[in-house]
């Protein structure tokens, strides 16, 4: 079983509509979860962090925990052709980082 | 962005020669990795380091080689090239008490390929 799981898409999205990416990780020890953007030819950028069980927002972002389900989500609110991507979803544990195999968004205008 | 610098940035070699990538980081982070991603298999640990001298083996460490000398320079080595390292390798880096706590940076990335 893989450490952290993605659908790998493609996802594709309307320009202003909602992108949703989900994440599952196998390891209830795992402490931090994070979502990264990478764009082709590019190394990943990180965009959101969350620790707590809950909702994070950051501008047209949502990242979503439960760990109790083990799951990881992401909204993207109002979408832009720019956020067309592959998004890493990561999680922390001890002292080192898994990463999902990402989930390729693109964003129609 | 975090200063993290890697080199060179993409490189040509022949199979059974030694390759030495070099990262190099400005912001005095303890922790630094060396990742490479392939498609299908996203991002593979293939060692870390959490400190000078101090380093470990990640999941993918078979032929590859590491040491940090400088808390700003963690340098990864391919003992013998093989075609299947041909890859990107990307340096990471982390400060805090270990990655559970804080988030990666990561470096422009190292297009590798081995012929």
């Known amino acids: 079983q893989k450490e952290v799981e993605q659908n790998s898409g493609p996802l594709s999205v309307p320009e202003g509509a909602i992108a949703s990416l989900n994440c599952t990780y196998s390891?209830?020890?795992?402490?931090?979860f994070f979502w990264y953007r990478q764009y082709s030819g590019k190394s990943p950028e990180l965009i959101m962090f969350?620790?707590?069980?809950g909702d994070k927002e950051d501008g047209r972002f949502t990242a979503q925990l439960n760990k109790a389900s083990q799951y990881v989500s992401l909204l993207i609110r109002d979408s832009q052709p720019s956020d067309s991507a592959t998004y890493l979803c990561?999680?922390?544990?001890?002292?080192?980082?898994?990463f999902g195999t990402g989930t390729s968004l693109t964003v129609i205008p | 962005d975090a200063g993290i610098t890697q080199s060179p940035r993409h490189k040509v070699t022949e199979t059974g020669t030694p390759v030495t990538l070099r990262c190099h980081q400005t912001?005095?982070?303890?922790?630094m990795y060396w990742y490479r991603q392939d498609p299908g298999h996203g991002l593979r640990l293939i060692h870390y380091?959490?400190?000078?001298?101090?380093?470990d083996k990640g999941e993918v460490s078979d032929g590859y080689s590491v040491s940090r000398s400088k808390t700003e320079d963690f340098l990864l080595t391919l003992e013998s090239a093989t075609s299947s390292q041909t890859s990107v390798y990307f340096c990471?880096?982390?400060?805090?008490?270990?990655?559970?706590?804080?988030?990666?940076?990561f470096g422009q990335g190292t297009r590798l390929t081995v012929v």
């Open positions: 990471a880096i982390s400060a805090g008490r270990g990655a559970g706590d804080t988030e990666a940076f």
């Open positions: 390891d209830r020890g795992s402490q931090s």
């Open positions: 969350i620790y707590s069980n």
């Open positions: 990561a999680v922390g544990r001890g002292n080192q980082f898994y």
């Open positions: 912001e005095n982070h303890r922790y």
């Open positions: 380091s959490y400190g000078v001298k101090d380093t």
